[in-house]
Structure formats: structure tokens, C-alpha cells
T-cell receptor, first 118, second 109 residues
Framework: GAVVSQHPSWVICKSGTSVKIECRSL??????MFWYRQFPKQSLMLMAT?????????EQGVEKDKFLINHASLTLSTLTVTSAHPEDSSFYIC??????????????FGDGTRLSIL | RKEVEQDPGPFNVPEGATVAFNCTYS??????FFWYRQDCRKEPKLLMS???SGNEDGRFTAQLNRASQYISLLIRDSKLSDSATYLC??????????FGGGTRLMVKP
């Protein structure tokens, strides 16, 4: 149980393109979803937290107009990297949580999306 | 200062060795702690929770010392498959997770 699916797993695109990443909770309703970014040889850094039906809360230094987050349903959140540039190339990971989910961990992670901007 | 700090390593050990990783945290209000394992270009996966009383799961033993704000992970009888990055994670209010920088382990034949 508590499966989180992330799509796509790998994206390569040209500079200036906007890229949408989907995060779905497959077998539970996720009231909260988290988006992380991980650069090579660094740890996961939280970008933003989103609650279903509310605006996302962004961490300091993360541009909300560049990283658009939508959490319109209890099973889907999307992250859109607008006008992506090479410096946005990174590993993006989502996670989901629910207060009603009985689990041994507070968040359940998607498989991650490797974004490469040429 | 980072909220969760780890020695980045790498730790290069032979198969069968015992290896210990340490982690310190600065937020005394952190509710609980975990060790995650992350393989290259993969998502982190829960290895084990960490309790003050110490807990063991097969070859893995985790310990939390709240007074010192110190967490450890001991791996006995290392296997080649243990090669990965080990992430020390603090669980804070609002179900937030704060990750340490990770400690890289390389187990050699």
C-alpha cells in the first residue's frame, strides 16, 4: 500500500521549454504532497509543500512563478517548470502523506523525475 | 549550520566489515528520525526508524541520543548490495522531513 507514482521518469528538452511532472497517489488520498529537488552529490531539498485545494507553500529561494504547483485533487499534484534552463536540470522527487494513512513513515516517495535541459 | 549533518564519506569497506555512520541534528523539537537508503538516480527508501531505546533490523542497528542530538547507524557483515547513500532524516511538525546530506558507502569484494 501507499504507492506514489511519478511521471515522466526522465525528460530531456531544449532550453525555454516548460515541463510538467505528475505525482499521483495510487491507493490512498494524499492531503499533502511535497516536491523536492536533488542536485548531483547533494541531498534532497524541499521546494514546496502543497495541500489539496490550496496554494502551495514555497521554501525560501524557490521561485513560485517558475515552479508552478497544482494540487487539484487528493490523488494528483503537478509541478511545472516554466521556461526551463540548463541550471534547472536536476532530479525532482515528489512525496505524499495523509493523516489517515496508517504507515511506518510520514511521507511516501515517487520514483523521481530526471530533468535534463539542453 | 545545516539542520541535519552527516559525514559525506565515501566509506570504502571490504565485504563482511562493520561500518558505523553518525548524524547530528540541531532542531531539538524534531519528533522522530529515520535512516533512508538512496541508490544512484533513485528515490530514497526507508531503511528503518530510529528510537532512543535503540532498534535492530537484521544486520542494521540504529540509535538515537536526544541529549546529544546524535543518531547512529551500524551495519554489520557488509554486503556488496549495501553500497548506497544513507540519509539521516528528521521528522518535524507538519509531517515535514529534513534530510541530511547523506553518507556514501562503497562495499568492495
Amino acid at each position: 500500500g501507499a504507492v506514489v507514482s511519478q511521471h515522466p521518469s526522465w525528460v530531456i528538452c531544449k532550453s525555454g521549454t516548460s515541463v510538467k511532472i505528475e505525482c499521483r497517489s495510487l491507493d490512498f488520498q494524499a492531503t499533502t504532497m511535497f516536491w523536492y529537488r536533488q542536485f548531483p552529490k547533494q541531498s534532497l531539498m524541499l521546494m514546496a509543500t502543497s495541500n489539496e485545494g490550496s496554494k502551495a507553500t514555497y521554501e525560501q529561494g524557490v521561485e513560485k512563478d517558475k515552479f508552478l504547483i497544482n494540487h487539484a485533487s487528493l490523488t494528483l499534484s503537478t509541478l511545472t517548470v516554466t521556461s526551463a534552463h540548463p541550471e534547472d536540470s536536476s532530479f525532482y522527487i515528489c512525496s505524499a502523506s495523509s493523516p489517515t494513512l496508517y504507515s511506518n513513515q510520514p511521507q511516501h516517495f515517487g520514483d523521481g523525475t530526471r530533468l535534463s535541459i539542453l | 549550520r545545516k539542520e541535519v549533518e552527516q559525514d559525506p564519506g565515501p566509506f570504502n569497506v571490504p565485504e563482511g566489515a562493520t561500518v558505523a555512520f553518525n548524524c547530528t541534528y540541531s532542531n531539538s523539537a524534531s519528533q522522530s528520525f529515520f535512516w533512508y537508503r538512496q541508490d544512484c538516480r533513485k528515490e530514497p527508501k526507508l531503511l528503518m526508524s530510529v528510537y532512543s531505546s535503540g532498534n535492530e533490523d537484521g544486520r542494521f542497528t540504529a540509535q538515537l541520543n536526544r541529549a546529544s542530538q546524535y543518531i547512529s547507524l551500524l551495519i554489520r557483515d557488509s554486503k556488496l548490495s549495501d553500497s548506497a547513500t544513507y540519509l539521516c532524516v528528521a521528522h518535524n511538525a507538519g509531517n515535514m522531513l529534513t534530510f541530511g546530506g547523506g553518507t556514501r558507502l562503497m562495499v568492495k569484494p
